[in-house]
């Protein structure tokens, strides 16, 4: 057996059985149908995963145009662009849907799909962030830390959430929900008015050298979900253990053991945040992007726990990554004479190759171990099942 599924641990596949729970109004009355309808464009014969993969295209599409016209995440883009990033972000969440409704319609649900879909929408997340950050032309600053720590956040709240009730909740207002189409929203208003009218909007003059903006606004809501999302994800992990335990004493052992299980998030954005806060020029595309890739491998592990039925795994050796990234650079720069800015960049880079190769192996063994036990294709159907009719 591969390093992440023990060899007594990958028969529990068998009793996987995927639990949702949609409390959406929006998704239940006007998406579903939608849904529903459009699942039926695919061909009978289009494997779940490849629908996944290509809903993540458009966002990877959405993120070169931005790296293409604004490098610097800091100017203006062509007015095409915010409706290409709408149209791009609208049919990931599109394609995200569809592609269970696909496993479903051709009986190919299973646990490799949830374990597909859920970390290709782990990379979203930051992914997205990013286009976000350039379309608000707020460059590369505190401000991108904070953003991708808050949506990361609830991302690891989510899956934390479902390891321990075994069951995926979407409250009333939901990130993949409601959070995507106001996104999508913002994104055809900038190209109607433009960045500058639309983010930039004076709201507020705290003092001569202080005035809160409309972009402000984005991140105030970025925290109140935080905080809404994280009492939400406590209720539902406590309210579980409250109805499974047999006893008061094995109740608030499991909740408090559930809890410590978030500090590793914590920590990890804690050395981001240092990292950053001691040398800014950390802050770049490369450096952000490689932090996005850990957290996925690390979420990951989250579902390949839940799916095997195994411990949560507490510690991921990648987490340490961004902070011997600055030691190194700052080694190089002080001890061998390096110049500061290069030191940044090689570091970054390097750390961006490791974490890539970390998540890449990783996917690799989990998915072959996966599809070996299971006998099922990563991106074509092999064994063909009756077709549920929506």
């Known amino acids: 057996?591969?390093?992440?599924?023990?060899?007594?641990?990958?028969a529990n596949l068998s009793k996987y059985k995927y639990q949702s729970e949609d409390r959406s109004i929006i998704s239940q009355k006007i998406l579903k149908p939608f849904w529903n309808k459009f699942v039926n464009v695919y061909p009978e014969w289009l494997a779940p995963n490849v629908i996944t993969l290509s809903g993540f295209a458009f966002v990877l599409i959405n993120l070169i145009t931005c790296v293409i016209v604004a490098p610097d995440f800091q100017t203006e883009h062509p007015s095409w662009c915010?409706?290409?990033?709408?149209?791009g972000l609208f049919l990931y969440q599109t394609f995200d849907a569809c592609d269970g409704l696909q496993a479903r319609r051709t009986g190919q649900s299973g646990p490799l799909g949830e374990l597909f879909d859920h970390c290709i929408d782990s990379l979203?997340?930051?992914v997205s962030m990013l286009v976000f950050t350039s379309v608000t032309?707020?460059?590369?600053?505190g401000y991108t830390v904070f953003m991708q720590f808050a949506l990361l956040m609830n991302f690891y709240l989510s899956t934390w959430e479902e390891y321990h009730t075994h069951k995926l909740f979407l409250s009333e207002f939901s990130g993949p929900v409601e959070g995507i189409l106001i996104i999508i929203a913002s994104f055809i208003l900038t190209g109607i008015v433009g960045p500058e009218a639309f983010w930039r909007m004076e709201i507020y003059k705290v003092t001569d050298s202080f005035t809160i903006e409309s972009f402000h606004l984005v991140f105030a809501f970025c925290g109140l979900a935080l905080i809404f999302n994280?009492?939400?994800?406590?209720?539902n992990v406590a309210i579980y253990y409250k109805n499974n335990s047999s006893s008061k004493h094995e109740c608030d052992r499991k909740i408090r053991d559930s809890n410590i299980q978030l500090l590793p998030f914590f920590a990890f954005f804690a050395t981001i945040f240092l990292?950053?806060?001691?040398?800014?020029?950390?802050?770049?595309?490369?450096?952000?992007?490689?932090?996005g890739l850990i957290f996925a491998f690390v979420v990951g592990r989250i579902i390949v726990a839940h799916l095997t039925m195994q411990k949560f795994p507490l510690y991921n050796l990648p987490m340490i990554l961004p902070l011997t990234s600055y030691?190194?650079?700052?080694?190089?720069?002080y001890a061998l004479g390096f110049d500061s800015d290069k030191a940044v960049t090689y570091a970054s880079l390097i750390q961006l190759g490791?974490?890539?190769?970390?998540?890449?192996?990783?996917?690799?063994?989990?998915i072959y171990e996966f599809s070996q036990y299971l006998d099922i294709w990563v991106l074509r159907i092999k064994h063909p099942k009756v077709v549920k009719k929506y």
């Open 1 to 10: 057996m591969g390093f992440y599924v023990p060899a007594n641990k990958i």
């Open 82 to 87: 915010y409706y290409s990033y709408a149209i």
């Open 124 to 126: 979203n997340t930051t």
């Open 137 to 141: 032309m707020l460059g590369f600053s």
């Open 230 to 235: 994280v009492i939400y994800a406590q209720k």
């Open 275 to 291: 990292v950053s806060f001691l040398d800014s020029k950390f802050i770049n595309l490369t450096f952000i992007f490689s932090n």
């Open 327 to 333: 030691i190194a650079a700052t080694f190089s720069t």
């Open 354 to 366: 490791l974490s890539l190769g970390i998540h890449g192996s990783f996917l690799s063994d989990i």
